[in-house]
């Protein structure tokens, strides 16, 4: 085994970049001296925080909400200014009171925790008052973080919850007071601090640190070289390395923007060199980066949601989404294999490619806490625990080759192994208690020497990166509170999912395009979190109700979140991707849809078989032959977007693979028969005329 240099840049690896190099969601600070070293203790502080919350659990779940919430808000206000045009590199004073005050009222729900479980449905006017200035506080952090259409859409749900008696018709209820909207929306599990937020400050915080510490780690430089020594030198092998090494890193990080920012430092640039366009290469990087939301086994912060939601175990969500994920990267791999050939791209010269093999003999170490993970996910373990564990494994990898930095490679492996086996077994023997003493112990080692001070500075670094990157996430959950809330208040989701079951007895088809469209429209203006929770609330009950499973139902309205996120106007992933490809995000969005088929394709696809997704009555011969035929469709779409099979395409030819490709997702009778007739019909003439015209 040879060292682990966690700080040297190796090809394809460099430090992650921070999120905030692109502006994703808002303009964040650059601070300096006493405000910055302020925000890295919050940081350290939120992050450790959440640490003991998954190893203890030692406040009750309200409470670990509002201070989780409290961070949030303290954070947020530290790290991102009122507008765009304030000074970057100091705090204003009145967010340092913001900041402050956020942290301070998230402590009220601590402080007087007997007295509101004793007053509870009848608030005093200072629980009001707290509790209008938190949930004002609240939207006031989404703005700065994710703009202006979050907090308008949860701003209408409000006013709805406010006056909506006054509406005409079905859509006005009985009315509701100030005192219980505010009730509803603090003093409860129904509002900001409901199932999102409370998933936020378990599972979600605790994967999203996982992922950080995974990234400083090295795990990127092992995707990179591993995809590079196995494609890099296939026609089109620069796209090939983007689409295996987003879908890889796809398995640790829930976020499509944060992989396009780690992993496309890389990959676009190689693209570029090698004869792709700024488009394409932007839009296959964020593409195979958006996929990483529904790649198990960490997938995204939704898939905890749903999880918790539909009280299913999180790995009965996992076990749907393999064969999905699966084939939403088959048709990133065809489209750019196709476009290649299109263009006639070559693959990367064999004396610049690393070793797949080289690599994993390096560093496959660095694969143990995700081994470890998929197998406890697996076989009963909480996803809390499961997660906790990877990353106690991984901080004493990082903490291990600290250690052994300096040692001979026979020295590094003792020390290596001894770390992992006292970490293994004493957390087998005495919990969590014992692998704090082994990490402390580690810590302390580390200390005594340059080398491993060092270390202990990536480790810090892993923190605060935890911290920064959790915060769109749980003051998205928290802030999407407001419309559960109201809905639940006021029953106003039953109204629209009585509207879809009225279309869906005529059809079900209509049904699903009503949803679809639903999805993608809301997700012009907010990430996939509050667009899953808005329509999943809404929509999803109805399509259940119309014999749609209850897994798949949720996955479809998931897909769509997923996708809005690439489709324009407001494609986040497209916007990130043209930062680094230096080209026009909308025509990155337009190619990225284009190349991402399948995710508007699968869902369709799941619902009229369900087998897709292991749902129904399944056996395994059905699942191959839904399998088979989604490859044959997505390779047939492949081919019609792109204008090119085995050589171009005539338009007569593209319009019959379509075709073809439609009637192999639909599930009507005779439609398979057909489409494969048409599929067989099609590539033995195009085999034909290739050989016809080789000569020529």
């Not at 792709?276 to 905890?304: D, K, N």
């Not at 990267?329 to 093999?357: C, N």
Request: proline residues 5%.
């Amino acid at each position: 085994m040879a060292h682990m240099d966690l700080h040297a840049p190796a090809p394809g690896d460099g430090p992650p970049p921070a999120i905030d190099d692109f502006e994703e969601h808002g303009t964040q600070r650059k601070l300096v001296g006493i405000a910055l070293k302020v925000m890295i203790g919050v940081a350290l502080a939120f992050s450790t925080y959440q640490l003991i919350v998954a190893a203890f659990h030692p406040l009750s779940s309200l409470v670990i909400r509002s201070i989780h919430v409290g961070f949030l808000l303290m954070l947020t206000f530290l790290l991102y200014p009122l507008n765009a045009k304030q000074p970057l590199d100091r705090i204003a004073w009145y967010d340092w009171l913001l900041a402050a005050g956020g942290f301070g009222l998230s402590l009220y729900h601590w402080i007087f925790e007997a007295d509101l479980i004793q007053r509870a449905g009848d608030p005093t006017t200072t629980d009001l008052v707290v509790g209008a200035i938190v949930v004002v506080m609240v939207f006031e952090a989404s703005r700065r973080i994710m703009g202006k259409a979050l907090p308008i859409i949860c701003g209408t749900f409000l006013l709805y919850g406010m006056f909506g008696q006054y509406l005409p018709g079905a859509l006005a209820h009985r009315g509701f007071g100030f005192d219980q909207i505010i009730d509803q929306l603090y003093l409860g599990t129904e509002g900001i601090y409901g199932t999102p937020t409370m998933v936020s400050a378990t599972y979600i915080f605790l994967f999203i640190l996982f992922g950080a510490f995974l990234e400083h780690a090295g795990m990127i430089r092992l995707f990179n070289n591993v995809a590079l020594g196995l494609v890099g030198g296939a026609q089109g092998g620069p796209a090939k390395v983007a689409v295996i090494s987003s879908g890889l890193m796809g398995t640790i990080s829930g976020s499509g923007v944060a992989n396009v920012l780690t992993v496309g430092q890389f990959t676009i640039p190689l693209m570029k060199r090698f004869g792709y366009t700024g488009v394409f290469a932007g839009a296959v990087e964020a593409t195979a980066s958006m996929g990483g939301q529904i790649m198990p086994p960490v997938m995204g912060a939704v898939a905890f949601i749903m999880a918790e939601t539909l009280n299913v175990p999180y790995s009965d969500i996992v076990k749907a989404a393999i064969i999905p994920a699966v084939l939403y990267y088959f048709t990133a791999f065809a489209m750019v294999h196709l476009e290649a050939g299109r263009m006639g791209l070559l693959g990367i010269p064999k004396d610049q490619i690393p070793s797949a093999w080289r690599a994993l003999k390096t560093d496959w170490h660095l694969a143990l806490p995700l081994a470890a993970l998929v197998y406890m996910l697996f076989h009963g373990f909480t996803p809390m625990f499961a997660g906790l564990t990877g990353l106690a494994l991984t901080a004493i990898l990082i903490l291990g080759a600290g250690i052994a930095a300096r040692l001979s490679p026979a020295a590094f492996r003792y020390v290596f192994w001894l770390a992992v086996g006292l970490g293994a077994a004493s957390f087998a023997k005495f919990g969590i208690y014992a692998i704090i003493a082994v990490i402390a112990v580690l810590c302390l080692v580390s200390f005594m020497n340059r080398e491993g001070r060092v270390t202990l500075a990536v480790l810090r670094q892993s923190l605060v990166d935890g911290a920064k990157q959790g915060l769109v996430v749980g003051v998205a959950c928290a802030i999407v509170g407001v419309i559960i809330g109201v809905l639940s208040l006021t029953g106003a989701a039953s109204t629209f999912a009585g509207y879809i079951l009225e279309i869906g007895e005529k059809s079900l088809f209509l049904s699903l395009i009503l949803t679809m469209v639903a999805c993608l429209v809301l997700g012009t203006g907010i990430p996939t979190i509050p667009n899953y929770i808005i329509t999943s609330a809404i929509a999803a009950p109805a399509l259940l109700k119309l014999g749609v499973p209850l897994i798949v139902s949720h996955m479809f309205v998931f897909y769509f979140g997923i996708m809005a996120d690439l489709t324009p106007p407001v494609a986040l992933a497209a916007f990130a991707a043209a930062s680094i490809a230096k080209d026009d995000p909308d025509k990155i969005g337009w190619k990225a849809t284009q190349i991402a088929i399948a995710g508007y394709v699968v869902p369709f696809m799941a619902v009229y078989s369900p087998e897709l997704m292991l749902q129904g009555d399944w056996t395994a011969l059905s699942v191959a032959y839904v399998v088979f035929k989604a490859v044959v469709a997505i390779a047939l779409w492949a081919a019609g977007t792109v204008g090119f099979f085995a050589m171009p395409l005539k338009p007569m030819e593209r319009v019959v693979v379509v075709v073809a490709a439609c009637l192999l997702v639909a599930a009507i009778p005779l439609t398979d028969e057909i489409g494969f007739a048409m599929t067989a019909g099609f590539v033995g003439w195009h085999l034909w005329q290739k050989k016809r015209l080789a000569p020529a």
